[in-house]
C-alpha cells in the first residue's frame, strides 16, 4: 500500500456524461500528479499540482480539468466523455515538485459505454 | 518535443537469466530516471531509480546505468524469477524545468520457468 487512495475503484458511464476522480495523497505529500493508461498503453501524464498550483501540464484534452484543494486531495473533472476516454487513471504523490519518488495510488479504472 | 524511447516492447528470458531493458531520452536536461514495474490491472511501483549526478545505481538483483553523454539508461536484472515477470516502464524527467514525467513505452517481461 503506497498510502495515495483513489476513489471510485471502478466508474461506468455513458458518453457525453461527466465524472469526476478523486485523489488522496500520501500524509506530508504537496505533489499530485495524474496520469492515464489506456488498454495495453503506457502511461501518459496529464497534469501536476503542487501546493495547490498547477506545476507542470501533459498531454491533457480541454475536456479534462483538475484541481487541488487546500487539504492536498486532488480532483480530475472528465467531460463530454467519449469512448477513448476509457482507461485507467492513476494519481501519484511525492513530497516536492523537485526529483522526488512518487508513489501510484490503486487507479480508477473508467469504462464509457 | 520531449520522449523517451524504450526497447525491447517484449522479453522472454530462461528464469536465472539476464535481462536487459533499454531507454533514450532526447531532453538533454533530464535530471532524473525511474523505473517502474507493474503488474496486471495493478499500480506501477517504483523499482529503482537513478539521478543524473551517478552512473550507475545497484539494487540487491537490480541495477540501473545512465550514460548521460548517449542520453541512454538502461535496467538490469539478474538471477531472474517468474515474480520479475511484468511490465516495466522508464521515465525521465526535469527538475526545475518543465518537472513532467515523459514515460516510455513499456516492456512486458516473461520469465519461464
Known amino acids: 500500500d503506497s498510502g495515495v487512495t483513489q476513489t471510485p475503484k471502478h466508474l461506468i458511464t455513458a458518453t457525453g456524461q461527466r465524472v469526476t476522480l478523486r485523489c488522496s495523497p500520501r500524509?506530508?505529500?504537496?505533489?499530485v500528479y495524474w496520469y492515464q493508461q489506456s488498454l495495453d498503453q503506457g502511461l501518459q501524464f496529464l497534469i501536476q499540482y503542487y501546493n495547490g498550483e498547477e506545476r507542470a501540464k501533459g498531454n491533457i484534452l480541454e475536456r479534462f480539468s483538475a484541481q487541488q484543494f487546500p487539504d492536498l486531495h486532488s480532483e480530475l473533472n472528465l467531460s463530454s466523455l467519449e469512448l477513448g476516454d476509457s482507461a485507467l487513471y492513476f494519481c501519484?504523490?511525492?513530497?516536492?515538485?523537485?526529483?522526488?519518488?512518487?508513489?501510484f495510488g490503486p487507479g480508477t479504472r473508467l469504462t464509457v459505454l | 518535443g520531449e520522449n523517451v524511447e524504450q526497447h525491447p516492447s517484449t522479453l522472454s528470458v530462461q528464469e536465472g537469466d539476464s535481462a536487459v531493458i533499454k531507454c533514450t531520452y532526447s531532453?538533454?536536461?533530464?535530471?532524473?530516471f525511474p523505473w517502474y514495474k507493474q503488474e496486471l490491472g495493478k499500480r506501477p511501483q517504483l523499482i529503482i531509480d537513478?539521478?543524473?549526478?551517478?552512473g550507475e545505481k545497484k539494487d540487491q538483483r537490480i541495477a540501473v546505468t545512465l550514460n548521460k553523454t548517449a542520453k541512454h539508461f538502461s535496467l538490469h536484472i539478474t538471477e531472474t524469477q517468474p515474480e520479475d515477470s511484468a511490465v516495466y516502464f522508464c521515465?525521465?524527467?526535469?527538475?526545475?524545468?518543465?518537472?513532467?514525467?515523459?514515460f516510455g513505452t513499456g516492456t512486458r517481461l516473461k520469465v519461464l520457468a
Open positions: 501519484a504523490s511525492s513530497p516536492g515538485q523537485g526529483t522526488d519518488t512518487q508513489y
Open positions: 521515465a525521465a524527467r526535469r527538475s526545475p524545468g518543465t518537472y513532467k514525467y515523459i
Open positions: 537513478i539521478r543524473s549526478n551517478v
Open positions: 500524509s506530508g505529500d504537496l505533489s
Open positions: 531532453d538533454s536536461a533530464s535530471n532524473y
